[in-house]
């Protein structure tokens, strides 16, 4: 935690608006090292500023779950050698198993990684989409447990998808968060992936513990509302790698109270942009990805296999949403001649 310009308070790291950095890869599906440079670089700009980025290297939307634990710790590495301390870095772990993860963790802590995004266990259906985690909340907690023992001084953020539920949408109840936070004071963070009604519930809960732990909207589709209610304390989402601009503008017109604008911002059609990303939870990585391309951020919007290519439609219809909120893109020629080879 000592870098330059890296606070040591838990509430002055946690309050940022954190960037989940999609992955740039090959065509073969091999890492792009010099393309994941550059969009770093595109964030470090960027951070010049808005000096509360920050950066999650290895998370979900950066294909983390299909990374090996050597690729995961390559790439903390060239995160950390790029930002080199302008703003606070957080990596995902991931793996089937928990001794890979703890493997990762180690290895992280030795880089001077700032801390450590953690999400539920991957792997079979007894303890991902078929876990009833009221139930059976030491499923994920012996886990953190486990990383907790291994790098007991790291710091940690949590992105506690769960089940879908009607009450919660994709997110941990508030039962076993309560739990997993006053066991846990390394959490610092809490990534709200759920549905509007499950993060007011979740909200109040998170409110009610004797200790500060920072509240980050992940649906950006909710955003506006979200800073509305003022009980934010920053953002963690993968809509910045394409919509980082106009996002960055909606989120700063409320912060200086300035309502007409938000609105101005958010129904010009970063709503509607938003809306397409998030209406179908089994596409939301590839239309990160995807709408990442069109911006020209990144070289290709492929992920690691065995998730999906965009379909024709999402490539034609993100640039359309794109083109709305007035951001650089692609040409229409080249998004055109991709979406034409495309299958679907």
């Known amino acids: 935690m000592g870098s330059i310009g890296i606070p040591?308070?838990?509430?002055?790291?946690?309050?940022?608006?954190?960037?989940?950095?999609?992955?740039?890869?090959?065509?073969?599906?091999?890492i792009d090292e010099p393309g994941f440079r550059k969009l770093l670089r595109y964030f470090i700009a960027a951070q010049k500023k808005q000096p509360d980025l920050a950066i999650i290297v290895n998370p979900e939307a950066g294909d983390?779950?299909?990374?090996?634990?050597?690729?995961?710790?390559?790439?903390?590495?060239?995160?950390l050698e790029e930002v080199s301390g302008r703003m606070p870095v957080f990596s995902g772990v991931a793996s089937n198993?928990?001794?890979?993860?703890?493997?990762?963790?180690?290895?992280?802590?030795?880089?001077g990684i700032n801390g450590?995004?953690?999400?539920?266990?991957?792997?079979?259906a007894d303890i991902t989409y078929g876990l009833d985690?009221?139930?059976?909340?030491?499923?994920?907690?012996?886990?953190?447990?486990?990383?907790?023992?291994?790098v007991p001084d790291m710091p940690i953020i949590c992105h506690p998808a769960g089940s879908v539920t009607f009450t919660y949408g994709i997110g941990l109840p508030v039962e076993?968060?309560?739990?997993?936070?006053?066991?846990?004071?390394?959490?610092?963070?809490?990534?709200?992936?759920?549905?509007?009604?499950?993060?007011?519930?979740?909200?109040?809960?998170?409110?009610?513990?004797?200790?500060?732990?920072?509240?980050?909207?992940?649906?950006?589709?909710?955003?506006?509302?979200?800073?509305?209610?003022?009980?934010?304390?920053?953002?963690?989402t993968g809509s910045f790698n394409f919509a980082l601009e106009p996002m960055l503008a909606h989120?700063?017109?409320?912060?200086?109270?300035?309502?007409?604008?938000?609105?101005?911002?958010?129904?010009?059609?970063?709503?509607?942009?938003?809306?397409?990303i998030y209406d179908d939870y089994t596409r939301v990585h590839i239309r990160y990805k995807t709408a990442c391309w069109l911006r020209g951020h990144i070289d290709t919007p492929y992920l690691r296999s065995p998730m999906p290519k965009p379909q024709k439609a999402e490539v034609q219809y993100l640039y359309h949403l794109?083109?709305?909120?007035?951001?650089?893109?692609?040409?229409?020629?080249?998004?055109?001649?991709?979406?034409?080879?495309?299958?679907?």
């Open 322 to 344: 794109l083109s709305k909120v007035k951001v650089s893109l692609i040409s229409q020629a080249e998004a055109d001649k991709f979406a034409a080879a495309l299958k679907k």
């Open 116 to 124: 450590l995004f953690l999400a539920p266990p991957c792997g079979a």
């Open 251 to 276: 989120i700063n017109a409320w912060r200086k109270g300035d309502v007409n604008k938000a609105r101005e911002i958010w129904n010009g059609g970063l709503a509607e942009l938003q809306e397409y």
């Open 8 to 30: 040591s308070n838990p509430t002055e790291l946690s309050h940022r608006l954190w960037i989940a950095v999609v992955l740039p890869l090959n065509q073969d599906e091999s």
């Open 97 to 111: 198993a928990t001794k890979d993860m703890i493997k990762v963790a180690e290895a992280a802590a030795k880089t």
């Open 176 to 236: 076993p968060t309560l739990q997993m936070l006053n066991r846990f004071p390394q959490i610092i963070g809490w990534k709200l992936t759920y549905a509007y009604g499950g993060t007011r519930k979740i909200s109040r809960a998170i409110k009610s513990l004797d200790r500060h732990v920072a509240q980050l909207p992940a649906m950006a589709v909710y955003l506006h509302e979200n800073l509305a209610e003022g009980d934010i304390d920053g953002v963690l």
């Open 64 to 79: 983390v779950v299909y990374l090996s634990p050597e690729e995961q710790i390559r790439l903390i590495k060239i995160a």
């Open 133 to 150: 985690s009221v139930r059976y909340p030491e499923i994920w907690s012996d886990q953190i447990k486990a990383i907790t023992d291994a």
